[in-house]
């Protein structure tokens, strides 16, 4: 079982979404966008927090049983070398616009592809909002 994000400010929609994603499969591999990727995906403010302190974070989790930090912009070569059964990816996705390269390297290893609920109002921007004073 593969997940992949950021997961820069960890809140309780990512936990709700890790443990779902563990419940898929006999292990949860988590495959962490690192500092310059989530720069690129998320703006020059992001991360909050460095790849290093997001990996420790995630692998205290009883759900999390390994991390792994990559720094292009897509995890489409990590997702061919794992080759995982199950694949996770949030509400905000759907399999039709998951990544050209991921979904590619997702089918040519057989993975199902899993879209889990997203839990409402629970996002890192809206938590970085409420820190930054916007509500």
Request: net charge negative; with cysteine; hydrophobic share 40%.
């Amino acid at each position: 079982m593969v997940t992949n994000g950021c997961f820069d400010v960890l809140h309780v929609g990512h936990v709700r979404y890790l443990g779902q994603a563990r419940g898929l499969g006999d292990a949860l591999l988590v495959l962490l966008n690192g500092d310059a990727s989530v720069r690129a995906l998320k703006g020059p403010d992001r991360p909050i927090n460095p790849a290093e302190d997001r990996a420790e974070v995630l692998g205290a989790l009883e759900v999390v049983d390994a991390v792994m930090v990559f720094d292009a912009p897509r995890c489409d070569e990590w997702l061919r070398l794992v080759e995982p059964d199950v694949y996770a990816k949030g509400g905000d996705y759907t399999p039709e616009t998951l990544d050209a390269g991921e979904r590619a390297a997702l089918e040519a290893c057989g993975a199902e592809i899993r879209i889990l609920p997203l839990v409402p109002g629970k996002s890192t921007t809206a938590t970085i909002g409420r820190m930054r004073g916007g509500g």
